[in-house]
DNA sequence: CATAAACCTTGACGCTGCGTAAAGGTCAAT
DNA sequence: ATTGACCTTTACGCAGCGTCAAGGTTTATG
């Protein structure tokens, strides 16, 4: 029996470009080409559409699919548990997605307002993310790999609870940093009241508390902008401040 | 505060071209551009943007966020609730196809050719549309919409659908033993899984799901020889293992 | 046998959400 | 004055097709 794109499209449910287009990609190839330039399939190109449609539906990419129906033996089962392990990280991440998006819901109906929740995402990742990318690799050279991951691995476990009440302790990080830079003295009374509010924030995600983390951290404050930015945006030369402060915390002045 | 295109995108942790993107597509417009073409965003639009990337990791269209951001009261709390069931629908999706996949990799690795497997999934389909190229136009011309329709209908609601879907199913859920049990833990990840597909396995013949009656059918597989026996054929105490996994997963232990 | 209907072909743009050059201005610091 | 780090716009590329467009082929019908 011979099969004309139509014909093929009809009997297992694709349309006639997506014929063409895995023509094109050399996924299937017709049997043959007549005359006319038509495409002309047969038993063995419908089995193995079959076999396309099958793991498309198991969301594979048509390059992967490719590889698997590569002639002789590429490792299917490899290949197959390889991807089962993607949906299950899939449906992971969906679950998470569910539950934020629940709570969100939640917290809309309850009629409090959004912007805790709305940050609350982006937030651990982007702190991790950021993190590791500007400093993982110092970081970790630094304390080593075990306390970076610990302290992600934390900072990713937060209950939405222990957020909130970082995110309190942040407002009150910030609070006291207003009222502490009036003083303009680095060892006043406020000023160390601020440094050990912030030893209180940092807590929340470190395992282990040092003065020389803490100091190092302070004086990064300053060096990066994003954190310089993110200080400044509520006081003026905040995070300068914020850094004498815990330097004169920590002993380093 | 001002802040150029990479302050915010170093704030935030998405790229300048992103920021561009989202300018040029409207979703967020930067508060000022300067004399020299350059973007200025202050903290209203940095706080905007934390809203998007918030609805962006949920998952949803950047054309769905504009909406939903769209000043004036867009209903949030139906568009999130509506979010929210494309997710679940989503998952849905994901869990059949975990089962599909896990099936194919048991038959694999049991030997047995795959042939039967991968027709499977276009099976349906084709069966339809096939019925309906060849007789669907005279056959509807004959009796009408309706009676095709319904045909389809059944066919796609065929007992012994629910039947293949159900051993398939079981499939899975044997294989997905055979991994937990490596785990030795009936409260780890693998084995909650496992005690979620039972459940899964026993919707089909469930009219309602108690916690309790699941819990108490695991016991009795355990209690009863014959239950002990199916399991035990293919993985050695699977029963047991089974059954403390589903205990822990109905919150009895 | 002419003609219309139904099929076939290639080519090319569109969709999403950006990444990634390319080619060229602007700004701060040396 | 030059360097380097920014900034700009323009435009192609990715996956997997849907959707015209313009034209050739086959088949059914009058």
Redesign the pocket.
């Given at each position: 029996m011979e099969y004309?794109?139509?014909?093929v499209?009809q009997m297992s449910g694709?349309?006639?470009?997506?014929l063409?287009?895995?023509d094109q990609?050399g996924l299937l190839k017709?049997a043959e080409?007549?005359?006319?330039?038509?495409?002309i399939y047969r038993q063995k190109e419908v089995d193995r559409l079959q076999q396309i449609l099958f793991y498309?539906e198991m969301e594979m990419?048509?390059?992967a699919i490719k590889e698997i129906l590569s002639d002789r033996e590429f490792d299917e089962t490899t290949a197959l548990k390889e991807h089962y392990q993607k949906l299950i990280d899939k449906r992971a991440r969906l679950d998470t997605l569910l539950a934020t998006v629940q709570k969100t819901i939640a917290s809309k109906e309850g009629g409090i307002p959004m912007q805790d929740q709305a940050k609350f995402a982006g937030f651990k990742k982007k702190m991790i993310q950021e993190n590791e990318a500007k400093y993982g690799k110092e970081i970790r050279e630094k304390y080593g790999d075990e306390t970076v991951d610990q302290s992600n691995a934390k900072l990713m476990g937060l209950t939405q609870e222990k957020y909130e009440e970082m995110t309190e302790l942040e407002q009150a990080v910030i609070s006291q940093l207003k009222e502490a830079i009036k003083t303009d003295d680095p060892a006043s009374e406020a000023a160390q009241q601020l440094a050990e509010l912030h030893k209180k924030w940092l807590m929340y995600t470190w395992n282990s508390y040092s003065k020389e983390a803490h100091a190092g951290l302070a004086e990064m404050y300053v060096a990066d902008e994003r954190f310089t930015a993110y200080y400044d945006k509520y006081v003026e030369s905040g995070a300068e401040f914020l850094r004498d402060a815990v330097l004169v915390y920590t002993g380093r002045r």
């Amino acid at each position: 029996m011979e099969y004309t794109v139509q014909k093929v499209a009809q009997m297992s449910g694709v349309s006639g470009r997506t014929l063409r287009y895995y023509d094109q990609i050399g996924l299937l190839k017709p049997a043959e080409v007549n005359a006319s330039g038509y495409r002309i399939y047969r038993q063995k190109e419908v089995d193995r559409l079959q076999q396309i449609l099958f793991y498309r539906e198991m969301e594979m990419s048509l390059e992967a699919i490719k590889e698997i129906l590569s002639d002789r033996e590429f490792d299917e089962t490899t290949a197959l548990k390889e991807h089962y392990q993607k949906l299950i990280d899939k449906r992971a991440r969906l679950d998470t997605l569910l539950a934020t998006v629940q709570k969100t819901i939640a917290s809309k109906e309850g009629g409090i307002p959004m912007q805790d929740q709305a940050k609350f995402a982006g937030f651990k990742k982007k702190m991790i993310q950021e993190n590791e990318a500007k400093y993982g690799k110092e970081i970790r050279e630094k304390y080593g790999d075990e306390t970076v991951d610990q302290s992600n691995a934390k900072l990713m476990g937060l209950t939405q609870e222990k957020y909130e009440e970082m995110t309190e302790l942040e407002q009150a990080v910030i609070s006291q940093l207003k009222e502490a830079i009036k003083t303009d003295d680095p060892a006043s009374e406020a000023a160390q009241q601020l440094a050990e509010l912030h030893k209180k924030w940092l807590m929340y995600t470190w395992n282990s508390y040092s003065k020389e983390a803490h100091a190092g951290l302070a004086e990064m404050y300053v060096a990066d902008e994003r954190f310089t930015a993110y200080y400044d945006k509520y006081v003026e030369s905040g995070a300068e401040f914020l850094r004498d402060a815990v330097l004169v915390y920590t002993g380093r002045r």
